[in-house]
């Protein structure tokens, strides 16, 4: 009976890990594309707004990772608040290095120049941001179901090695 037990709890463990790795994967291409839309808002705000940085992150969020940067933007200035804030979420986004790389791009160019060099700025970002996505999602498509699949079919195999 323990046996049994056993081989079903991993089982449901290696079908829960599938699940959860497809899960991050979905998530991490709906927060690129979070990401870029808040990047096409501040690119708004900069341009027809004269909103000051803080207010302008803060209306152009849609993930929170923009209003965590605004909240520590006046004690600790706009570079490292906007590393910190991408270091936090960072997990919560399912961003990998190459996606946090990018995003501090922003933060050491933003609030240094004017206008125009800060909207050239975070269009460039915004491309890679997207070109990010693109790929993001590419690999959801092909690999999403296949982690599902497999988790379940690993655990079955071990249920079936142990009974």
Do not use: H, P
Request: hydrophobic letters at 45%; glycine letters at 8%.
């Amino acid at each position: 009976m323990v046996k049994i037990l056993g081989a079903v709890m991993t089982g449901a463990a290696c079908g829960c890990f599938g699940f959860k790795l497809s899960l991050s994967m979905k998530t991490r291409v709906k927060s690129l594309a979070d990401i870029a839309a808040s990047l096409e808002m501040l690119e708004s705000e900069i341009s027809f707004s004269v909103n000051k940085l803080k207010k302008a992150f803060a209306r152009a969020d849609r993930n929170g990772l923009f209003t965590s940067a605004a909240d520590n933007m006046e004690e600790n200035g706009i570079d490292r608040a906007w590393t910190e804030a991408v270091d936090k979420n960072k997990s919560r986004l399912c961003l990998t290095s190459a996606d946090s790389d990018i995003l501090l791009m922003l933060g050491k160019n933003i609030g240094r120049t004017d206008a125009e060099d800060q909207i050239k700025n975070i269009k460039y970002i915004k491309a890679m941001v997207k070109e990010r996505e693109k790929q993001a999602q590419s690999d959801y498509d092909r690999f999403g179901k296949l982690y599902r699949s497999g988790g379940v079919l690993i655990g079955l195999m071990i249920i079936i090695i142990l009974i």
